[in-house]
């Protein structure tokens, strides 16, 4: 038990191994099910299941498995890699036939042919499931076309179900085995999951774990689909780790970046230039900000650097509203998309929407973490607010944000000591070019900075950065009370 006391889960939801009690079944797992079940109880003969790696084919086998009847006898074979007189020997051991020591291939399948009429003679059934498939030499797959004529008139003797790769596939299609190809009854290839399916998937898989919470923001699984491209056992990997980075952060919710860090440390690391590209586009997607830098206290959304491209492609948001949001937003500094502290929101300019699930509804006095804000703001400081300061350093913004404080400090008799303060500017810190003291970021500034974050809900760490600037902005709109 490592993060699972601490998220109030019973067990670990997101193990790599292919527990069926974790099973997903829905949509295309529902579809697989069905066709491993008919394969099972039809004496039909061929089904193949085929998906790339960790799509879940030997889950959903051990699932069978487990709701097998009492009258059927089944041979599993997870290790493949044989020659046709070692595949029939262990076929024998796994349906619990007598073999003779130095027995030939046609004495084998004798046998297995036996032993098949004596169960169907029972009214039971024989199931052969053979995994990863895809080792299976050309010789060896047509051994097994040639298990497939053992039948009575009406009926074959055995089942037999394939698992493999996508590449099984490819070499289904060559001329030499096109009998084979043939013979399959039903075929379904597992595709990696949507962005859907794995909200989906994940929720399902916390369930069972014992927890209804969401403890996945949803950027944080936009950044998994990115990472993982809808592969569950990615997914599982993935998730695992970040949980395990939000309990090490005593957070309540793994964000976006908690996955990147944990795809940083349990992938296979690519390029170093595609990294940043795929951050990147994943960033511009959810519109998501890193922890750290600053942000909202709960799991939070950034502003895109040209959100009027963004609002012009979305078909979401409806006609009569898009022309008067795009008259108010004349330029691309004068839109934000992200959260910002609900005691601010209204003082925004213009029309305010609220994105959830893909959808713009007009902002409503609550906002959950799911929610892209999209606002007007007069931003009127003269530097753009993709600005990041932090103490001891000196910028033209700092006196903006100065004369803003002052302002405050002038409206909060409480806080009067501060309306005349002088600028604390260590001699070490002097830099070689000589600065006004008024765009020092000193200490005192920070500590004014810091209650400002707080009393707004923002990440309280004094670094003015962009949620902090334009939350000052909008308090300048505000123009009246006290921080």
């Avoid at 529902?30 to 089904?47: D, K, P, Q, S, T």
């Avoid at 916390?206 to 993982?228: D, H, I, Y």
């Avoid at 999209?374 to 600005?387: D, E, G, K, V, Y």
């Amino acid at each position: 038990m490592i993060y699972e006391h601490y998220f109030a889960l019973q067990r670990r939801p997101f193990s790599i191994a292919p527990n069926p009690q974790f099973l997903y079944a829905q949509g295309q797992y529902r579809e697989a099910l069905a066709v491993l079940e008919y394969g099972m109880l039809h004496r039909g003969g061929f089904i193949l299941l085929t998906g790339e790696v960790g799509t879940g084919k030997t889950t959903l086998c051990k699932h069978l498995l487990q709701s097998i009847p009492h009258n059927t006898e089944v041979a599993l074979i997870l290790h493949p890699q044989l020659e046709r007189l070692e595949l029939l020997q262990l076929i024998c051991r796994e349906f619990a036939i007598p073999l003779a020591a130095h027995a030939k291939e046609s004495e084998l399948i004798a046998a297995i042919t036996e032993f098949l009429l004596a169960v169907y003679a029972k009214g039971g059934y024989s199931m052969l499931v053979i995994d990863e498939a895809q080792h299976l030499g050309t010789d060896v797959l047509e051994l097994i076309r040639l298990l497939t004529n053992l039948e009575t008139h009406s009926d074959k003797l055995l089942q037999i179900i394939i698992l493999g790769q996508p590449e099984l596939k490819a070499r289904l299609q060559r001329y030499e085995l096109r009998q084979l190809n043939q013979r399959f009854t039903a075929r379904l290839h597992l595709k990696p999951l949507n962005l859907a399916e794995l909200g989906q998937y994940i929720h399902h898989r916390l369930q069972v774990a014992g927890t209804e919470r969401p403890l996945f923001s949803w950027p944080a699984r936009v950044m998994l689909k990115r990472l993982s491209g809808g592969i569950p056992r990615l997914i599982n990997l993935l998730a695992d780790r970040s949980l395990m980075g939000c309990y090490g952060q005593n957070g309540r919710k793994v964000s976006a970046w908690m996955v990147y860090r944990a795809g940083k440390e349990v992938l296979p690391q690519k390029s170093p230039r595609k990294w940043p590209a795929a951050l990147l586009a994943t960033l511009l997607l959810g519109g998501l900000w890193w922890q750290g830098q600053d942000q909202l206290s709960m799991p939070t959304f950034r502003a895109l650097p040209n959100i009027i491209a963004t609002v012009r492609s979305d078909d979401e948001l409806p006609d009569n509203s898009r022309a008067n949001f795009m008259a108010s937003c004349p330029a691309a500094n004068m839109c934000w998309q992200g959260m910002l502290p609900q005691t601010l929101i209204p003082y925004s300019e213009g029309q305010v929407w609220v994105q959830q699930r893909g959808a713009w509804h007009p902002w409503q006095a609550t906002i959950n973490d799911e929610a892209l804000l999209l606002s007007r703001i007069n931003w009127q400081a003269p530097f753009p607010w993709a600005t990041l300061i932090k103490p001891g350093k000196a910028h033209a913004a700092v006196s903006w944000v100065r004369d803003i404080l002052l302002q405050a400090a002038a409206q909060d008799t409480s806080q009067q000591d501060y309306a005349n303060w002088q600028v604390i500017r260590p001699d070490s810190a002097a830099p070689a070019a000589p600065l006004s003291a008024a765009t020092y970021y000193d200490v005192l500034l920070v500590e004014r900075v810091k209650q400002f974050q707080s009393r707004h809900h923002l990440l309280v760490d004094g670094i003015l950065g962009q949620q902090t600037l334009i939350s000052l902005a909008l308090w300048q709109q505000k123009n009246k009370g006290a921080i």
